[in-house]
């Protein structure tokens, strides 16, 4: 019996692990050019993400915001889960509320030219949906297996995530100056085969602009 218990809570613990907070070495889409100083941070709503800022970087020394395209990277590709129809709204969507977000800090600019511009290149890296954690009442000996065995099946609820990738680059020097990794968590589905919404992700970037709104100024 101790033996089954063991074992058991083994298997719930590595349920537990399926998901992450932050995105894994695995997730990384490669959009940034570079990935090794990136670490885990707090956002001022208490999400945590993997980010890394100059130390020399100072907001008020812009006059202004230009976004590059905002796009998917890789490029999208719809999936019996996330349709083409569904891609087009969540790429509307996060394009219009990121930029009106960045616009309540800074000006956005229409164009890169001229001094003191700060440019954003923002891509939507992936759109999933993941196993949810193990709650602590499933982690008994019989509930942890049949939480496993859920798993393994596809029947487990999951929860959609949405993963941005973001890369602001000062136009005077050409250096990279902020760059982050953001996995935002959208709404549970109730099983691997549920089709993902535009509905079900929004909270994670609505989650996102909050942040960026009230990032604490540099």
Request: aromatic share 8%; hydrophobic share 40%.
């Amino acid at each position: 019996m101790k033996r089954m218990t063991i074992a058991a809570l083994s298997l719930a613990l590595l349920v537990a692990g399926c998901a992450s907070k932050v995105a894994t070495r695995e997730e990384y889409s490669g959009f940034l050019p570079d990935y090794t100083k990136l670490q885990e941070a707090t956002t001022p709503s208490g999400h945590t993400v993997l980010r890394w800022i100059d130390p020399d970087f100072k907001e008020s020394n812009y006059r202004g915001v230009y976004f590059a395209p905002f796009v998917f990277f890789p490029s999208a590709k719809p999936t019996q889960r996330v349709s083409k129809e569904t891609l087009d709204k969540i790429w509307r969507y996060a394009n219009q509320r990121i930029r009106a977000a960045m616009a309540e800090r800074i000006t956005v600019l229409d164009s890169p030219k001229g001094k003191r511009v700060l440019i954003a290149k923002v891509a939507i890296t992936a759109v999933s949906a993941q196993d949810k954690d193990i709650q602590f009442y499933e982690v008994v000996p019989v509930a942890a297996v049949v939480a496993t065995t859920m798993a393994a099946s596809g029947n487990r609820s999951q929860n959609t995530t949405l993963f941005l990738e973001a890369q602001f680059i000062d136009q005077d020097t050409g250096r990279t100056v902020l760059a982050v990794i953001r996995k935002g968590m959208g709404k549970q589905v109730s099983n691997s085969n549920a089709p993902i919404t535009a509905e079900d992700v929004k909270s994670a970037i609505d989650d996102m602009v909050t942040d960026i709104v009230n990032f604490p100024r540099q």
